[in-house]
């Protein structure tokens, strides 16, 4: 089994997503970050491109220690000199420095012939040789360069003391078969690339980073070059989780493995998407919010039944708590009667049933069915709970330089009116107070939450409470067009079962 090292470029490449621009507090704690994964090597910038970037590759190369510090440098001695100042305190560095090879990029972007091309990149690496051990020379948009010149090139570089050589596929131009081609012809035609290490960093203007990484891997590169998250330039680099994965998940294909704690993608990748601002979406290999998620009721009910069927990560492997079976018209009996037993249920089959078309009816009405709903759903049949309490009216006096008051008024079981008034740091909780003094009730408020049932401006506001009292748990839910009066609506509706499940006031109907 081969060891692939993991160079990662995501503050580098990755901060040169448009957009993107980290502090050197934050590049730092995502290094730490990157550290504790166990990348092998860290580009942390590009020291020539401002005092702040040589700060804070400074800064990593003094406080991380276990991966190699890395800075990027075009082939230039000032850019060079550049990289060392802010190197030179690294426990371990190496000097990244490129140029362009291809005839695009010779003939337009640098105006140079192959000769200086060559000469340009042998004096690069040979300054570089002079501060840093381990030297990387990447020939820029190599992927696209004649591979006869390419040989060349490489030659040079490797004579000159160069110890990683980099073929970027700087465009996300190339194919898998082409990529793999270039790699072997390396092998097969410079001399003492035995001695180094062949890296591959892939672009993914094409969608295709990923498994142009793959292909190098199979030709023989040691060394993996991507970002977290797949973040970077254009479209983005290799995302490095995908490629650890599909080596971890394919060992039997790949024979080859990296050192990253595969436990700390989960966490990694978070931290890269908050503090970049870059969002992963939810479809998203690896780390989206949908990776290991099933909707559909054939899919769940052969996850229930062996989770192999349709899982080939196990979410625990990247970092994450498990997987999910997201309940909604698509879902089957079984899941929905997993979902029933989780909440503490336990139905029978004409129950169960009853439960199921109820459940596909409110689906077709609603986007997201929550827990609550289902609790709602199946309380709504099994336990008729007794009105205790019945809202009669609710009124509110609220300004935005006066304190809110409510004042409630309660009809209970024995027909007594009961009204009271109070006033709370907001519209809710004077509301609230107002209810807990009429029903003399102490609760704890666990959670409160509002979501529209349907869409508009006269939207119908849904309120879910959880209320607790000693050992009590219970749930209320009101719908209205007005919110507060939802409110109030499910606040009644918790205490009521409350006062059922104590069985002080009425009998419990279960
Ligand atoms: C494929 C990649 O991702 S490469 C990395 C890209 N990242 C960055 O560019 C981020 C950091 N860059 C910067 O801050 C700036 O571009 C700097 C400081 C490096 C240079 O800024 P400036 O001196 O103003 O030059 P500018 O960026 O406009 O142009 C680039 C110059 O470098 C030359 N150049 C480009 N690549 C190289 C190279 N690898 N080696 C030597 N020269 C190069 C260009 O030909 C151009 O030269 P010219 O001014 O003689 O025409
Ligand atoms: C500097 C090199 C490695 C690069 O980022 C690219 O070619 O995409």
């Known amino acids: 089994m081969r060891t692939i090292e993991i160079f990662d470029t995501t503050l580098r490449d990755g901060e040169q997503s448009p957009g993107v621009n980290l502090s ?7 290094a730490l970050q990157l550290e504790r994964l166990g990348v092998n090597r860290i580009e942390a910038g590009f020291a020539a491109a401002s005092p702040g970037d040589l700060q804070s590759v400074r800064e990593i190369a003094k406080r991380v220690k276990n991966s190699t510090i890395v800075s990027l440098s075009r082939a230039r ?6 990289a060392w100042e802010a190197l030179r305190d690294a426990e371990s560095a190496c000097l990244h420095t490129f140029l362009a090879t291809s005839p695009i990029h010779r003939k337009y972007k640098l105006n140079m012939t192959k000769e200086q091309v060559i000469e340009n990149a042998v004096a690069a690496v040979k300054h570089g040789k002079k501060y840093f051990d381990m030297v990387e020379f990447s020939c820029e948009d190599g992927s696209r360069t004649e591979i006869p010149f390419l040989i060349e090139v490489v030659q040079a570089v490797v004579d000159a003391g160069a110890r990683i050589i980099n073929i970027p596929d700087t465009v996300g131009y190339t194919t898998p078969a082409e990529y793999a081609n270039i790699f072997t012809q390396l ?4 001399r003492g690339i035995e001695n180094v290490k062949l890296s591959c960093h892939c672009h993914d203007d094409l969608g295709m980073a990923v498994a142009n990484t793959l292909a190098a891997i199979q030709a023989g590169v040691t060394q993996v070059e991507g970002t977290i998250n797949g973040i970077g330039e254009r479209a983005g680099n290799a995302a490095l989780e995908e490629v650890a994965l599909a080596l971890d998940t394919r060992k039997d294909f790949y024979q080859a493995t990296t050192n990253l704690k595969l436990e700390e993608i989960a966490r990694t990748s978070k931290l890269v998407s908050r503090l970049t601002g870059m969002f992963v979406p939810g479809n998203k290999a ?3 919010a949908n990776a290991f998620a099933h909707q559909s009721g054939i899919h769940q009910d052969g996850v229930l039944k062996e989770v192999t069927t349709y899982e080939i990560i196990r979410p625990e492997r990247v970092g994450f708590k498990s997987n999910r079976l997201v309940l909604g018209k698509l879902s089957g009996r ?10 503490g249920y336990q139905l029978s089959q004409e129950e169960l ?8 009816d409110l689906c077709d009405r609603k986007k997201d069915v929550s827990d609550e709903d289902i609790v709602a759903l199946v309380d709504a049949k099994l336990v008729d709970v007794p009105e205790a309490y019945t809202l009669e009216n609710v009124q509110l006096s609220y300004g935005n330089n006066s304190i809110p008051t409510a004042s409630v008024r309660v009809r209970t079981l024995n027909g007594e009116v009961l009204e ?6 907001g519209s809710v909780d004077s509301i609230y107070k107002a209810i807990d003094r009429v029903t003399n009730e102490e609760v704890v408020l666990e959670d409160y939450k509002i979501v529209s049932v349907t869409h508009g401006k006269d939207a119908l506001g849904e309120v879910y409470v959880r209320l607790s009292q000693g050992d009590y748990t219970v749930q209320g839910r009101g719908v209205s067009t007005d919110v507060l009066e939802a409110s109030a609506k499910a606040y009644l509706r918790a205490l009521n079962k409350l006062v059922a499940r104590r069985g002080d006031a009425v009998e419990v109907v279960m």
């Open 334 to 343: 079984h899941a929905f009667k997993d979902k029933l037993i989780e909440l």
């Open 420 to 425: 009271e008034a109070a006033c709370g740091n």
């Open 353 to 360: 049933d009853d439960a199921f078309a109820r459940f596909k």
């Open 187 to 190: 092998l097969n035609n410079v």
């Open 77 to 82: 001695l000032l850019d060079i000199d550049k």
């Open 286 to 288: 690896v780390v989206g």
């Open 24 to 30: 050197s507090k934050e590049k730092l704690e995502i």
